[in-house]
């Protein structure tokens, strides 16, 4: 086929890229589908480790499979001596946490067992999914550690994923509610469609390398602040917007300025993002009582916020995105603000080694055409001539 008969879409906005049965969207009517679960029946309910076994069975576990599970996740925690010098340096450097993620998921490959230690039933991709998946918290917390002049907290193996992050984070072992807020939030995240990142990691598994080099590029992927960047900013945004005193005047100010809104918006949804109302009711059960006035204030700069949108950008319907409420409950829970995309990459790791299990069960590598816009017939002139 000539480039000339093909499509142009830069952006793959309206190409079918592969199938999956991982996650769905539907943009108009703001559903999201995880694993055959709407999120609103998933997201509250679940733990991460049982959301991570849907994505790689395409069922839930049993009770017994669950605890198995869990252990095997546990085992997998600690990094090798390699991976905590160099995200010890980036914490010296006051690296981005991400810089530090990207490195715990590249070194993981130095704490995967032996070769020869997988038994007959674990495909090597298979272990390594389960290595990225258990290491990345643990690099995040080593790394939030060192930055703040503390020592590494070790890991648990007798706590479930989300609570060991919290305590790796702390040191100090996290209440019940800190630990369903935050399971709450891994579980809204862990996978979304054919996202930038997802895709990153499909295309290197679709070369047949290892999941973790295809974990270390979409970590790449979710640094850009177009992906995984907005909810710190959301954050700041509603703290300066508490001591302005007045949203409505606040955020007129900044459209004004030619600026946009942080956490509203999004590519595929054009009504509000379904993971915004899971979050918003997780977070709002969070904050009830002495804090429920940052959970107020939330409120009313959603609402202050949509109805100028919607006078600037009347049929837009720029609504809360996910990074939205994200912000409000990683701040409840505990989560620094810093840490925050890095936290999502703790989560979308589960949805990234699911989708690179899934293509490598059914592969094609991954070669778009391009449309050459360059030059053509050029002459050599030898270096001393140009
Ligand atoms: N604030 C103000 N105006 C906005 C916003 C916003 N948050 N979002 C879109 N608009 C405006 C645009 O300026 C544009 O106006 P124009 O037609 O005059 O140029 C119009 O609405 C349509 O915007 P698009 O850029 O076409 O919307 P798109 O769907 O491509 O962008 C995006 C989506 C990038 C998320 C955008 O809404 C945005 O920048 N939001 C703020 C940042 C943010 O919250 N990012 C996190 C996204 S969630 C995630 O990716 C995990």
Known sequence: MEDSDLSFDPGLEHVLAGETRLSTIDGEAGELVIGGFPLEELAPNATYEEALYLLWNDRLPTEEELSTFRSDLAAHRDLSDGALAAI??????RDDAMDAERIGAACASLARPAEEDTDGEVTTHERDAMV?????????????????????????DDLTHAANYLWMLTGEEPTDEQVRGLETYLCSVIDHGFNASTYTARVVASTESDVLSAVTGAVGA?????HGGAPGPVLDMLEEIADHGDPQTWLTDRLDAGERLMGFGHRVYRVRDPRAAVLSEAAEEFYAGEESAFFDLARDVESAAVSVLDERKPGRSLETNVEFYTAVLLRGVGVPRELFSATFGVSRVGGWTAHCLEQYADNRIVRPRSRYVGETGRTWTPVGER
């Open 88 to 93: 010890r340096e980036a914490a010296e450097r």
């Open 132 to 156: 990225a998946v258990a290491q990345l918290p643990t690099a995040v917390a080593a790394y939030w550690r060192v930055a703040n002049g503390e020592e590494p907290v070790a890991p648990r």
């Open 222 to 226: 979710l640094k850009g602040p177009l």
